[in-house]
């Protein structure tokens, strides 16, 4: 399973941008998939996930600005950001995983599979 993320880069704080992930390999739509972020000198922290059932959960900084959403059709995971603050400021990384438990979604360890990052900076 490979996972291919794009859609980063520069926006003003209020702005918005739109991650898109793509997975290559089998079974996309019995993956639950996430999206996590690490800024600059911090640890990686869950930003988001939609489970199989589409099923979503946000981590509290986003409840309300950020959309996942998936496409089974076309084994893609999106991530809508609207309202962008610079403290959105960071590598986002999305993740998939077949096996995860709900009590796991928030856990970077509980994801197998990882895509490459996409930089997304919010100038103030």
């Known amino acids: 399973v490979q996972l291919q993320a794009s859609g980063g880069g520069l926006v003003q704080a209020g702005g918005s941008l739109r991650l898109s992930c793509a997975l290559s390999g089998r079974s996309f739509s019995t993956y639950t998939l996430a999206w996590f972020r690490q800024g600059q000198g911090k640890e990686r922290e869950f930003v988001a996930a939609?489970?199989?059932?589409?099923?979503?959960h946000y981590a509290d900084p986003v409840k309300g600005r950020f959309t996942i959403s998936r496409d089974n059709a076309q084994a893609t995971v999106h991530l809508q950001m609207n309202s962008l603050i610079p403290e959105d400021t960071a590598v986002y990384y999305c993740?998939?995983?077949?096996?995860?438990?709900?009590?796991?979604?928030?856990?970077?360890?509980?994801?197998?599979?990882w895509g490459q990052g996409t930089l997304v900076t919010v100038s103030s």
């Open positions: 993740a998939a995983d077949s096996r995860i438990i709900l009590s796991s979604l928030t856990l970077v360890h509980a994801y197998d599979y």
């Open positions: 939609i489970r199989r059932d589409r099923n979503t």
